[in-house]
């Protein structure tokens, strides 16, 4: 046999291992229940699109398709695909796709991994996870309300602390356009402070370079022209909207012009949900209007808006904030020792299960001795032991490993097998 040099996971993509693995679960399970509360129905899309889908989608001149995008040539057809780096332009494609927003607008969301090349650190990874949810075929400013009072709603479910609402609005294509000259002339007459990529950008998608992260540039970058002062009546009228519709809902919001996020599409309301608890990579959840996108991916006109949610980062938030109870391996787990208590054992054990108890039967070694250590190990709240003397009493031994289980005083006890799921089931 030749020698294997071991594998490892490649940088930026993590292993989530248990009992990490059940806060996904537990995050994931809050987040369809809250989901359906408002009405919004699950589309998944496929993880490799068509690499134009993006380029188009998301804009040229961005972070993402300039230098984070996993794109490859398939070596079966020569097409060019690539890694979804985010959900919307595929959840607009399968939309336009399969005619699903013109009889009627649409609230659909997905969950799941995204890709991106960037520099690894805490709160930024090559696979991450996303929550996106999008309104399709909305114009608003009501649906833009209902997204940003189900987001507050969510961190009020998760008991999230810290954590706060950032609002602008980009206006509309004319607005920016006049934005656009005054802007550009504000970054000729600092070319001193530009760095290359603000100079290579300042003409393709001058605003981008108001989105730097340069701390050089940032003097700058708050002496720049504001696109909010170029709104025209409607555009302020859409944000005014919105922001009564927030005080309404009792929501803080802390108006940021030099909000603009990260990729091209979007117009009037963006917003992002901020929190100091993660160090630099504070942003848990950005969205915004999209008006543009669906005609721009080949669908006829029609007004939308939509966020993702970074869930290693709202995870990560969680736990901080406290986040959900440890998670268990089982309730009960099943000590037994000779063939005819191991049979036993899963008789019972099934039975149990019947009951609704998340249950253990010992596999392996045969000394009770390490059968409680695995007990212990898995946090149990009960051991129920079956060997000689219990087959032939028909009762089982219960242990209670937990202090805080209702053992009714007594650390050990005998239980009748007929009785043994019920009494446990009301005591668990
Ligand atoms: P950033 O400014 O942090 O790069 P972004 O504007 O690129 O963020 P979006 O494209 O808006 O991020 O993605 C939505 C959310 O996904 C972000 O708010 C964040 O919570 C999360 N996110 C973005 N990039 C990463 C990453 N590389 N690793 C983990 N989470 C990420
Ligand atoms: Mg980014």
Redesign the pocket.
Known sequence: MTEFEKAYALT?MKDVLPPDGAQWEALEAIVRDWLAGYGYLNLRTPVLEQTRLFARGIGEVT??VEKEMYSFVDPLNNERLTMR??FTAGMVRAAIEHNILYERPRRVYAMGP?F?H?K?QR????Q???IDVEALGFAGPDVDAELIVMLARLWKRLGLSDIRLELNSLGQADERAAHRAALVSHLEQHMDVLDEEARRRMYANPLRVL?T?NPAMQAMANAAPRLFDFLGETSLTHYHGLCAMLDDAGIAYTFNPRLV???DYYNLTVF?WVTDRLGA?G?????GRYDGLIELLGGKPAPAVG????????LDLWSESGGSALATECQVYMVHQGEAARRAAHRLGEQLRDAGLRVVVHAGSTGFKSQFRRADASGAIAAVVLGEDELASGSATVKWLRQDAEASGAQQESIPFDRLSTDLKSRI
Do not use: M, S
Request: charged share 35%; with cysteine; aromatic share 8%.
């Open positions: 930026g972070d993402i780096p985010e995204v991106r960037e690894p709160g930024r990874y090559r991450f996870h996303q989105d992260k996020r990260g990729l992002e990579q942003t848990v959840c950005g969205g966020f993702a949610i970074g869930i290693e980062r709202l």
